[in-house]
T-cell receptor, first 116, second 111 residues
Framework: DTEVTQTPKHLVMGMTNKKSLKCEQH?????MYWYKQKAKKPPELMFV???????INESVPSRFSPECPNSSLLNLHLHALQPEDSALYLC???????????????FGPGTRLTVL | DAKTTQPNSMESNEEEPVHLPCNHS???????IHWYRQLPSQGPEYVIH???SNVNNRMASLAIAEDRKSSTLILHRATLRDAAVYYC????????????FGTGTRLQVTL
């Protein structure tokens, strides 16, 4: 199984809502990532988890709260978002400890988020 | 992170070879050169990577300049399914790779 799944595919939420994005992989990867992609722009890294611990936070606002409950799951909790947070949110996973030789990242299809 | 520079767009005819260039003049000795592509309405997918030597796989070839300041992704026979945005990314060695995507090259393939 070389697939990263993300749910939901689409999400519309108001600025006062609380919602969560979910990501799952069963490839045994111990690194997982959240990226944000605005229309016609490249993906931007948000968070990196390594062995279920947060290792990189790219100065993301606290209204985005990541969680890695186990080695297969990654969540992104959303609260009090702004309309400018509307984007495609991509999850990815990769092996760890290959010293850059082939840290190939496998991406999910993304969740398209619209904040009203 | 070291930067990469790619043309915004390129066009190719189907069944023709395509050479996608990437400049990375500030590359460090430990940076690997990765290529990913993003098809419409999909997440990015890995294409190929290399450090110093040219590399081949089933999808493409990667030609790396001797001074490592540039590289070229080669698609030997472009098909309509290769139409995508191609990203050249430098990633330093580490326990969890950090990919910093540049603007990429949008490849159009026509009949």
């Amino acid at each position: 199984d070389t697939e990263v799944t993300q749910t939901p595919k689409h999400l519309v939420m108001g600025m006062t809502n609380k919602k969560s994005l979910k990501c799952e992989q069963h490839m045994g990867h111990r690194a997982m990532y959240w990226y944000k992609q605005k229309a016609k722009k490249p993906p931007e890294l948000m968070f990196v988890y390594s062995y279920e611990k947060l290792s990189i936070n790219e100065s993301v606002p606290s209204r985005f709260s990541p969680e890695c409950p186990n080695s297969s799951l990654l969540n992104l909790h959303l609260h009090a978002l702004q309309p400018e947070d509307s984007a495609l949110y991509l999850c990815a996973s990769s092996p760890v400890g290959l010293a850059g030789k082939k840290n190939e990242q496998f991406f999910g299809p993304g969740t398209r988020l619209t904040v009203l | 992170d070291a930067k990469t520079t790619q043309p915004n767009s390129m066009e190719s005819n189907e069944e023709e070879p395509v050479h996608l260039p990437c400049n990375h003049s500030t590359i460090s000795g430990t940076d690997y050169i990765h290529w990913y592509r993003q098809l419409p309405s999909q997440g990015p997918e890995y294409v190929i990577h290399g450090l110093t030597s040219n590399v081949n796989n089933r999808m493409a070839s990667l030609a790396i300049a001797e001074d490592r300041k540039s590289s070229t992704l080669i698609l030997h026979r472009a098909t309509l399914r290769d139409a995508a945005v191609y990203y050249c990314i430098l990633s330093s060695a580490g326990t969890a790779s950090k990919l910093t995507f540049g603007t990429g090259t949008r490849l159009q393939v026509t009949l």
